[in-house]
């Protein structure tokens, strides 16, 4: 019984790790159509979602059963209860990259000027953080975990000055509203994302200490 | 439990000397008592005559006194008890005992037989002495008269007492015998245990992998064949082992220096292999992901989609991969199913190619032909325009008909303009091909003034100043009109994208192995995104500018393939706003003689007469 229950925690890893994959590529392949304002590869994305959202119910159905099924303790517990989260959190930066899939194509109809912060700086970084936060998963480095929700740090300051620059500009061209307000929303929806992959961070060092961290960073 | 040899051995050996013993001393037991009791037995028979012989005449119970006296002195004298008895079975005399206290004898097994005329003979327990005596009862006749009987008896126990020490003595031999015997066994044991302990050792060297040692063939004939049995097993061992370990190093070398990624994973999706290509392509080391499952060692999502696929396909699969990474990697991916000997699945051998460079060019040849036609098509959609325009009635209307012509004839020269550029790339790339464009070693500050001077009235077009520096002494080994050219194509982009009385400076140096050419301007930039692609054909950076002012597409094509047939490169910086600087490096082959390198001569400003380029 306690080799079945190993043998469907194994798989449960393979499916997080799996689904961690399809929402790394997704959020790459919606900066990427940002930054060449390749409409076809957001619609893509876009049209991967609903991919991602099937792998979410999914896992989720399966942690149930698991729970259900072999009512798992401490350390398996712990895995299934966190996995349910990141499975969770994981879903949520997909929505997130269809959304800024979406801008790409908001952004292509209209007219742009330059972007008066560095976008693609703040996305570099929010994925260097997702991908820091599911190494982390993959190798359960609470060190990189810890690294990602100081990370997050940087990125909350940066949306925070984002808003002040993004302001400046519509007040010096408010002919270019429309693009500004997009840009806006793409630094809002980046910053979003680097909450959820704080999230991640933290769910796996729940996993590995057992103790939660939330809201002490 | 597993004994010893010894322990084998020495029971054996003791178990055998006790039955012998135990045999020996039985055999020996019984004889001697035999031969004992019959020399008694013959002993006390001659006795018994002898005493019957004396009192023949005096056997009669009136007598009784005589022969008492008689009884005890013989008794005394042979140590041998004598009792004479009358037919009646009455005691007549004793010599231990009062023959009237004695009960009658008639009845004991001796006497009784003695009683029928001939000799009785027992052994039995007497109470009167309270040992075990042997009796011999003899009868005494007169003349076929029976007078009595005379019985002399004597104890048995030094018979026992003779065997005992015999006893004594074949135990006492026997424990040495045993010990001796343990000696002998220990030894023997030893000597058959010795090497095969020896060979025990060995043998576990040999399961430890130390096929190279031997063992020593002594001993015994079975010892030394059994030696010499394992030192051949051992050294076929060993000789397929080196192949085994040659065979697999071969393989990994060929997997290892194999240009395509090579990746096996088992059917838990586990990698099992991975090659160094592929192990570069997907940006892992070997040794970090062998054994792990690809969803926890490779998080590429296209990458395990396809590995899924090859998993579940029966015959090989095909497809194109994107890596994501700083750089986008396109892999063509082959699957196909691992199998074992007798057709059960392992997993699936995944074998990738990275085509990236090939989607590339693919993508600049795509561009070409969809910017070549684009290009010719412009021109002349606009003359075949003015041309209908002039068919339907506008050739009557002079003035309208000589504009529409005068823009005609731009277009034919634009359309000329294109057509040239291509043909001057075609030649330069067909001589440079086969290698037949003449190279002559020349003096290159003629080459850039001559270039200043083409680009002399469109530089004065903008006021702008053009300021050439070249040591006067610098050569090369160059086309002369290929790099004016060149040098032209630079300076009318230049020229182009700086604003009016602006500066551009063209410069020639020196390094050791490469001289250097670069045309700077102040003008605006370009972004960096173009950069990788800007010397391709018909790439424009801002299309509506260029066309605008006047470009083919072609210029900087035509730059880098001048750079390459003297077997130089083209290259580019650049920021937004900050102006650009395009180098042209030609390798310089001979060391010249170089006095007067480092003094850079301006040559005359341009402020020359304007000239078409």
């Known amino acids: ?217 | 439990m597993r004994l010893r040899f010894v322990w084998q051995i020495l029971p054996a050996f003791f178990f055998l000397i006790l039955l012998t013993l135990l045999l020996l001393t039985w055999l020996f037991a019984r004889n001697l008592s035999n031969f004992y009791l019959e020399e008694t037995a013959a002993g006390l028979e001659a006795r018994a005559r002898l005493a019957a012989f004396q009192i023949t005449d005096s056997f009669a119970l009136d007598h009784s006194g005589r022969l008492d006296e008689l009884s005890i002195r013989l008794g005394k004298e042979t140590g041998t008890r004598f009792t004479f008895i009358l037919p009646s079975g009455a005691v007549l005399a004793d010599s231990l005992e009062a023959p009237e206290r004695m009960e009658n004898h008639a009845l004991r097994p001796e006497i009784a037989i003695a009683l029928t005329g001939t000799i009785g003979q027992a052994t039995r327990y007497s109470n009167t002495v309270h040992k075990n005596m042997m009796y011999v009862a003899i009868p005494v006749q007169n003349q076929d008269h029976l007078l009595g009987v005379v019985r002399a008896a004597l104890p048995v126990t030094t018979i026992d007492q003779a065997l005992g020490i015999v006893y004594r003595q074949i135990i006492v031999s026997g424990m040495v015998v045993m010990l001796i015997a343990t000696l002998i066994g220990t030894y023997i044991s030893r000597r058959i245990s010795r090497p095969l302990e020896e060979m025990r050792r060995g043998a576990e060297r040999f399961a430890r992998g130390e096929l190279t040692e031997r063992l020593r063939v002594r001993g015994s004939e079975e010892i030394a064949a059994l030696a010499t049995a394992m030192n051949t097993t051992a050294y076929e061992l060993d000789q397929r082992m080196r192949t085994v370990v040659r065979q697999h190093n071969e393989q990994e070398a060929v997997l290892a220096s194999m240009v395509e990624g090579v990746l096996a994973v088992d059917t838990s999706e586990r990698i099992i292999r991975i090659n160094r290509a592929a192990a570069a392509l997907i940006g892992v080391t070997p040794e970090e992901v062998k054994g792990r499952g690809i969803q926890e060692a490779i998080r590429k999502a296209d990458l395990q989609r396809f590995v899924r696929r090859a998993l579940s396909a029966r015959d090989p699969v095909e497809g194109d991969i994107v890596l994501h990474g700083t750089e986008d990697l396109y892999l063509q991916a082959h699957g196909s199913p691992l199998r074992g000997e007798s057709g059960q699945e392992l997993g699936a051998l995944i074998v990738l190619n990275d085509v990236t460079r090939l989607r590339r060019l693919e993508n600049v040849r795509r561009d070409f032909v969809a910017n070549v036609s684009h290009e010719l098509k412009t021109p002349i959609t606009a003359i075949k325009g003015f041309v209908e325009t002039l068919q339907e009635g506008a050739i009557k209307d002079p003035d309208s008909a000589t504009q529409f012509l005068d823009i005609m004839m731009r277009q034919a020269d634009r359309l000329n303009d294109i057509i040239d550029d291509l043909l001057i790339l075609a030649r330069i790339e067909q001589d440079s091909d086969q290698g037949d464009l003449p190279l002559t070693e020349m003096s290159l500050i003629n080459v850039i003034e001559s270039a200043v001077q083409a680009c002399a009235s469109m530089a004065a077009e903008k006021q702008i100043h053009i300021e050439p520096f070249c040591p006067t002494t610098l050569k090369a080994r160059i086309n002369a009109p290929l790099l004016e050219q060149a040098l032209v194509n630079l300076l009318t982009n230049a020229i182009k994208y700086s604003q009016q009385e602006g500066r551009i400076l063209i410069e020639a140096s020196r390094s050791d192995s490469t001289i250097t050419i670069s045309v700077r301007d102040w003008g605006c930039g370009i972004d960096k995104v173009h950069l990788p692609r800007l010397f391709e054909r018909f790439y424009r950076a801002d299309k509506a500018r260029s066309r605008k002012l006047g470009g083919t597409g072609l210029g900087l094509a035509i730059v880098k393939h001048i750079a390459q047939a003297h077997g130089g490169e083209v290259t580019v910086t650049s920021s937004l706003g900050a102006g650009s600087t395009f180098s042209l490096q030609l390798p310089a082959r001979t060391q010249q003689h170089q006095a007067s390198l480092p003094s850079a001569v301006p040559t005359t400003p341009s402020t020359l007469p304007p000239a078409e380029d």
């Open chain 1, 1 to 217: 019984m306690a080799q079945y229950l190993q043998r469907q925690i194994d798989d449960l890893k393979k499916r997080i790790l799996t689904l961690s994959a399809v929402v790394e590529e997704s959020f790459h392949q919606a900066i990427h159509s940002l930054e060449h304002m390749d409409t076809t590869l957001a619609q893509a994305v876009i049209e991967r979602d609903t991919e991602v959202n099937e792998m979410e119910v999914d896992l989720e159905e399966e942690c149930l059963k698991i729970l259900a099924l072999h009512q798992p303790v401490a350390i398996d517990l712990r895995f299934i209860v966190s996995v349910l989260k990141i499975n969770n959190d994981l879903e949520r930066i997909s929505d997130l990259s269809v959304n800024i899939a979406q801008r790409t194509r908001g952004l292509a109809a209209l007219k742009q000027g330059p972007i008066p912060f560095d976008l693609f700086a703040m996305a570099e970084k929010v994925e260097s953080m997702l991908k820091k936060s599911l190494d982390s998963l993959v190798n359960l480095d609470t060190d990189l975990a810890r690294e990602v929700c100081h990370l997050d740090d940087e990125v909350d300051a940066m949306h925070k000055d984002n808003y002040g620059l993004v302001k400046n500009q519509i007040r010096q061209h408010p002919e270019q509203l429309d693009a500004l307000i997009e840009y806006l929303s793409l630094s809002r929806h980046l910053e979003r994302i680097a909450d959820l992959t704080t999230n991640i961070a933290e769910d796996v060092l729940y996993m590995v200490d057992g103790e939660i961290i939330r809201h002490t960073y």
